[in-house]
């Protein structure tokens, strides 16, 4: 073979380009995806707390309203972050016995979880028992957490 004769070497981006379309592929698909979208960031982030006694026969743990959760993260955050951790939104979502759901931005989760895992609690009447709230799950998916939190009931009866 001589120099004349020989073929010229081809770059990837060339070869692709110079391969013919497959033959006998539909113009059309028979399934239509109508919309697809895939959240990997979501706007939300949720927490569950709950309030805790160190007196085990505090009847007052069961009657707490969503003020009240208010009020201990409010303070939690304060105390932690001061005026930037009072800045941080809240959405109360449900307050069930001595237990809450709550919504934050999901960019200030990591800073309300630390608030409210180092808050001290506050101290109820003369006997010296104080209230905390623990941080039972949290997470970017409310639904993750709802199943999280049956979880231990299983184990629990």
């Known amino acids: 073979m001589t120099a004349a004769q020989e073929p010229e ?3 990837m981006a060339d070869a692709a380009a110079a391969t013919p379309p497959s033959v006998g592929k539909s113009s059309s698909s028979k399934n239509l995806e109508l919309f697809s979208c895939t959240i990997s960031k979501p706007a939300f982030a949720y ?20 003020l009240q959760f208010r009020s201990h993260c409010t303070s939690a955050l304060n105390r932690f972050l001061g005026a930037t951790g009072t800045a941080i939104p809240l959405d109360i979502l449900k307050v069930h016995g001595a237990e809450c759901w709550i919504r934050v931005p999901r960019e200030d989760l990591g800073a309300f979880a630390a608030a409210i895992t180092a808050w001290p609690g506050v101290k109820q009447g003369s006997n010296g028992a104080s209230s905390v709230l623990r941080l039972r799950a949290s997470g970017n998916w409310l639904g993750s957490l709802l199943g999280r939190s049956e979880q231990h009931k299983l184990w629990d009866s």
């Open 9 to 11: 070497d081809v770059t």
């Open 47 to 66: 927490a569950q707390l709950e309030l805790a006694s160190s007196d085990p026969g505090s009847a007052a743990i069961e009657d707490v309203d969503a």
